[in-house]
């Protein structure tokens, strides 16, 4: 669970008070390089609308009826389909978007030292234009998270100077296809391991379309980012990862999926793809399909998780309140490491 070695580099009040400053400095930097409006979230939605994520199919809500109305209620899962209908609703101009604090509970979640039951994100939406459905300017964007993450990284080193810088100064780019080929035998777990200890921050490009396996890097849902498009050369997809090395654990962590999403086209080919047609006449599905609902990019942005990288911490119960097995709290007791 820890690493052999492994002692906090902060004291209990050290991390409490270095948690808000990563989450107030990576949040300002959001907002001013994209343009990002903060509203309030929600933490239920009701069932039916097509607005609850669920996550390519691997989860199942946590859910709860009421008494003053027959409609089922299900806790968020991610707020990515809400996001864009806010957008649309609203009429933001094009440049313009959201973000959000989102918390929700995955209570199927398999548990590790980088995942809980308990999560909490910046859900970010960003109206764009036609023209900007392309890989130069899903990078673009990309760069501009990337030095959000270096600007906070300075501010906690400047804070505690015992958490030395460890990401490098510009983030690379990298297509899952061409990841498979470097690395054919290997799991993509494996690939994304090898390639964020060579070069500290990678963006990988293009998650959700077979590769040249047959598989997928990793498995996308059908109805938000668009995976299908060619993004360039026969290789599909206008979204990604950004995965980083943590030198705590010595292991890839992704902070971040993020994409341009899908429009009519799209959407449609990919709930072909996913056999999941039945879904067009949802509410959220068909305001794409007849193009009520805005061209979009967002993503979600794990706030543990950049804690912990930047806190230098081996585990996300350091940096994050949630439920955890006795032999998960046993363990923290033995090393003599708080447990939030």
Not at 5 to 32: A, H, N, W
Not at 120 to 136: A, C, G, H
Request: hydrophobic share 35%; with cysteine.
């Amino acid at each position: 669970m820890f690493p052999k070695d492994y002692k906090p580099k902060l004291s209990y009040f050290e991390t409490q008070k270095g948690i808000k400053l990563v989450r107030e400095t990576f949040e300002k930097g959001m907002r001013e390089r994209l343009s990002l409006q903060k509203i309030t979230a929600p933490i239920f939605l009701k069932t039916g609308t097509g607005l609850q994520d669920d996550l390519a199919g691997t989860q199942v809500p946590v859910g709860f009826d009421l008494s003053f109305t027959e409609a089922s209620i299900e806790i968020v899962q991610a707020l990515t389909k809400w996001k864009r209908q806010v957008l649309g609703k609203h009429e933001f101009d094009v440049g313009t978007g959201l973000i959000v604090d989102m918390k929700g509970i995955r209570k199927d979640e398999e548990l590790s030292e980088i995942h809980s039951i308990f999560v909490d994100q910046w859900d970010w939406e960003r109206v764009i234009s036609r023209k900007d459905r392309k890989l130069s300017f899903l990078k673009n964007v990309v760069r501009k998270i990337y030095l959000s993450i270096l600007d906070t990284e300075k501010v906690i080193e400047s804070e505690f100077p015992a958490l030395t810088p460890s990401l490098p100064k510009r983030i690379k780019f990298i297509h899952t296809q061409d990841l498979e080929r470097m690395f054919p035998d290997s799991t993509p777990k494996q690939r994304e391991h090898l390639i964020a200890e060579k070069y500290g921050a990678v963006f990988l490009v293009g998650i959700g379309h077979p590769l040249e396996s047959g598989e997928p890097h990793d498995l996308r849902a059908a109805d938000y980012d668009d995976w299908y498009i060619e993004a360039y050369d026969g290789k599909r997809g206008l979204n990604g990862d950004i995965i980083v090395w943590d030198g705590i654990r010595r292991k890839s962590m992704e902070l971040t999926s993020m994409g341009i999403r899908v429009d009519s086209e799209s959407l449609v080919r990919q709930l072909e793809i996913m056999d999941l047609m039945d879904k067009k006449e949802l509410e959220y599905h068909s305001g794409i399909i007849e193009g009520r609902l805005p061209l979009t990019i967002g993503g979600g942005f794990g706030q543990s998780r950049l804690c912990m990288l930047l806190l230098k911490k081996a585990h996300i119960g350091e940096v994050q309140s949630s439920v955890w097995p006795k032999e998960v709290e046993k363990g923290f007791e033995e090393r003599g490491i708080p447990l939030l």
